[in-house]
C-alpha cells in the first residue's frame, strides 16, 4: 500500500540547491519512495528569525510505502547526512525536510504533526506546494486558496537556482 505524501524542502546556509540535489537523490534511491513531482526554488525572506540570509524553499511530492514515522526518520537522516545541525528554532539550516502531508492522516503526537504546524501561515511553504498540489487540502481549503489569503508575503520563485536544480538532477545517475 502507498500513499501520497509532501515535503517541503528549506535551507539558507552553504549551497541550499546542490543540498536539494542530493536530498532528492537519496529520497529517489530509497526503495519506499517514488518522486511524483518537485516544484520550482522559491527565494524567500527569514520567518521567525529574521537576521539571517534569505531561504531557498521546494516542495516535493511523492508516493512512499514508508508509516509516517518512518518516513520521518528517513527525512531526519537526509538532513543529518547532509550536516544539519539544530541549534536554534527558525534559525539558519544547511536543509530543513519537512513532511507537509501525508494522504489524508493528520496526526498529533510528538515530534510528529500532520499536516505540518502553521503551513496555512507560511507563503514559503504554500507557494511552492500549491504549484505542485493546488488542490491538496489543509484543514478544509486547499493549498492554492490558502495561498492566496497571505499572498503578500516576500516569496518569488527563482528562475535561475530552478534551472540549476533542474541541472544537477539531470546529471545525477539514476
Same mark, same amino acid.
Given at each position: 500500500?502507498?500513499?501520497e %505524501?509532501? +515535503?517541503?524542502?528549506g535551507?539558507n546556509?552553504? $549551497?541550499?540547491?546542490? /543540498?536539494?540535489?542530493? &536530498?532528492?537523490?537519496?529520497?529517489?534511491?530509497?526503495?519506499?519512495?517514488?518522486?511524483?513531482s518537485t516544484?520550482?526554488?522559491?527565494?524567500?525572506a527569514?520567518?521567525?528569525k529574521?537576521?539571517?540570509?534569505?531561504f531557498?524553499?521546494? %516542495?516535493? +511530492?511523492i508516493e512512499?510505502?514508508l508509516?509516517? $514515522?518512518?518516513?520521518? /526518520?528517513?527525512?531526519? &537522516?537526509?538532513?543529518r547526512?547532509s550536516g544539519r545541525?539544530?541549534?536554534?528554532r527558525?534559525g539558519?539550516?544547511t536543509?530543513?525536510?519537512?513532511?507537509?502531508?501525508?494522504g489524508?492522516?493528520?496526526?498529533?503526537?510528538?515530534g510528529?504533526?500532520?499536516?505540518?504546524?502553521?503551513?496555512?501561515?507560511?507563503?514559503?511553504v504554500? /507557494?511552492?506546494l500549491?504549484?505542485?498540489?493546488?488542490t491538496?487540502?489543509i484543514?478544509?481549503?486547499?493549498?492554492?486558496?490558502?495561498?492566496?489569503?497571505?499572498?503578500?508575503?516576500?516569496?518569488?520563485?527563482?528562475?535561475?537556482?530552478?534551472?540549476?536544480?533542474?541541472?544537477?538532477?539531470a546529471?545525477?545517475?539514476g
Amino acid at each position: 500500500m502507498t500513499v501520497e %505524501a509532501t +515535503l517541503g524542502l528549506g535551507g539558507n546556509l552553504g $549551497d541550499p540547491v546542490a /543540498a536539494f540535489a542530493a &536530498a532528492l537523490a537519496k529520497l529517489r534511491d530509497h526503495a519506499g519512495v517514488e518522486l511524483k513531482s518537485t516544484s520550482s526554488v522559491w527565494r524567500t525572506a527569514p520567518w521567525g528569525k529574521l537576521d539571517q540570509p534569505e531561504f531557498r524553499n521546494m %516542495a516535493v +511530492l511523492i508516493e512512499t510505502s514508508l508509516s509516517a $514515522d518512518d518516513l520521518l /526518520a528517513l527525512c531526519l &537522516a537526509i538532513e543529518r547526512e547532509s550536516g544539519r545541525e539544530r541549534r536554534e528554532r527558525w534559525g539558519p539550516r544547511t536543509l530543513d525536510i519537512d513532511i507537509l502531508t501525508y494522504g489524508e492522516e493528520a496526526i498529533e503526537r510528538p515530534g510528529l504533526q500532520i499536516p505540518h504546524p502553521r503551513i496555512a501561515e507560511r507563503a514559503f511553504v504554500l /507557494a511552492p506546494l500549491a504549484e505542485i498540489a493546488p488542490t491538496i487540502t489543509i484543514g478544509e481549503r486547499s493549498t492554492a486558496t490558502l495561498l492566496a489569503a497571505i499572498a503578500s508575503q516576500d516569496v518569488s520563485r527563482d528562475a535561475d537556482e530552478s534551472r540549476r536544480l533542474k541541472d544537477m538532477l539531470a546529471a545525477q545517475p539514476g
